[in-house]
């Protein structure tokens, strides 16, 4: 059974950091694209940052440039999202993705398993 666990979301002041885990299980996870994905109350969901099963890939949308880092243990079978100085505008419910396709990341329907969600909160 494939399952993707978050963890590591919670509150924090603007300017803080946090970071998040997703735990993978049920599939070969050093084959896959992984991807965060966050989705704000009454938005859609939009693409945080990705990287390739090798981890020489690495993507992030231009609203977390230089702020977040992506990465992933592939003997832990877990992807980070290192957040730092986050803004009151990062608040969202945070999401980790795994494709098994070659494709672009920043698109949702590239990715086959998705996670529950972790909540971030930043507080002006």
């Known amino acids: 059974q494939v399952q993707l666990v978050e963890s590591g979301g919670g509150l924090v002041q603007a300017g803080g950091s946090l970071r998040l885990s997703c735990a993978a299980s049920g599939f070969t996870f050093s084959n896959f694209v992984l991807g965060w994905f966050r989705q704000a109350p009454g938005k859609e969901r939009d693409f945080v940052a990705a990287l390739t099963w090798s981890g020489r890939g690495i993507y992030y949308a231009d609203s977390v440039k230089g702020r977040f880092t992506i990465s992933r243990d592939n003997t832990k079978n877990t992807v980070y999202l290192q957040m730092n100085s986050l803004k009151p505008e990062d608040t969202a419910i945070y999401s980790c993705?795994?494709?098994?396709?070659?494709?672009?990341?920043?698109?949702?329907?590239?990715?086959?398993?998705w996670g529950q969600g972790t909540q971030v909160t930043v507080s002006s």
């Open positions: 993705a795994a494709a098994r396709r070659n494709g672009d990341p920043s698109m949702d329907w590239l990715y086959d398993y």
